[in-house]
């Protein structure tokens, strides 16, 4: 039993493709790749269930491991603030597109109680380009099969340079907006699970600026990919203090 992915174009199935083959070579657990037509992209079928709050301290190790491999492998030279060309991919930057992005998002009014002002979010988004380089792979609940055996990673359309603890935060926001608010005390277990395996730790600051960087980019989805919750009604007390 397979999986059929259907892209707008025949150079998404493959830019999907190459992002696959490259996480694959991390050892990342990715769901088999079975066959690859012009525009779609035939993986294995895993039976499993999608990431719930109980699951993101084991998610984040995956995540730091995999952040770990991918620097000490391919990303010891990248510079977030540049794109970054392997023999099969090229990584975008970090820093441009995010920035004015954001800008954008906030400039018209499209973020619920920003806890950034669109200075302060592009000051934080550049300050990250001198860091170590890790990836980011849209880190959400729904890109992760939970099954007995193990944790399988799914979807490969987006894949970047992001700094380390990038791409946990936008998995804790998003399994927020999913699920509603999260103790405190499980999202401190699931940084210290990904700092126990991440080769550059993230702070508790670095993670709360990076978890509004991605309330602002989310904003537009709440609502929709099961986002039932917006994260401005869900940020711990004192927001990106």
């Not at 800008?103 to 950034?116: I, K, M, N, W």
């Not at 849209?138 to 340079?161: G, H, S």
């Not at 499980?186 to 990076?210: D, I, K, S």
Request: net charge negative; proline share 7%; with cysteine.
């Amino acid at each position: 039993m397979t999986f059929a992915k259907k892209y707008p174009r025949p150079q998404h199935a493959a830019q999907a493709a190459s992002h696959h083959a490259w996480l694959d070579s991390l050892g990342i657990p990715v769901a088999r790749l079975i066959a690859r037509r012009a525009d779609t992209l035939e993986f294995e079928h895993v039976v499993g269930r999608h990431a719930a709050p109980g699951d993101l301290p084991a998610v984040a190790q995956l995540l730091g491991a995999a952040h770990t491999t991918a620097h000490h492998q391919h990303l010891s030279a990248a510079r977030l603030d540049h794109d970054h060309a392997l023999p099969d991919i090229v990584l975008p930057s970090f820093t441009e597109t995010r920035a004015a992005r954001v800008r954008q998002l906030l400039e018209t009014g499209s973020v619920p109680d920003p806890a950034l002002t669109t200075d302060q979010a592009a000051e934080l988004i550049h300050s990250a380009a001198d860091e170590p380089a890790a990836f980011y792979k849209d880190a959400n609940p729904r890109n992760f099969l939970i099954t007995p055996e193990a944790i399988t990673v799914v979807d490969f359309d987006d894949l970047t340079l992001a700094p380390f603890g990038y791409d946990l935060a936008k998995l804790i926001v998003t399994t927020a907006m999913t699920h509603g608010p999260l103790p405190a005390a499980l999202t401190t277990q699931t940084l210290t699970a990904y700092n126990n395996t991440a080769a550059h730790p993230c702070t508790t600051a670095r993670l709360a600026g990076w978890m509004e960087i991605h309330h602002i980019l989310t904003s537009p989805y709440n609502g929709r990919n099961g986002y039932t919750h917006s994260w401005h009604t869900l940020r711990p007390a004192g927001g990106n203090s």
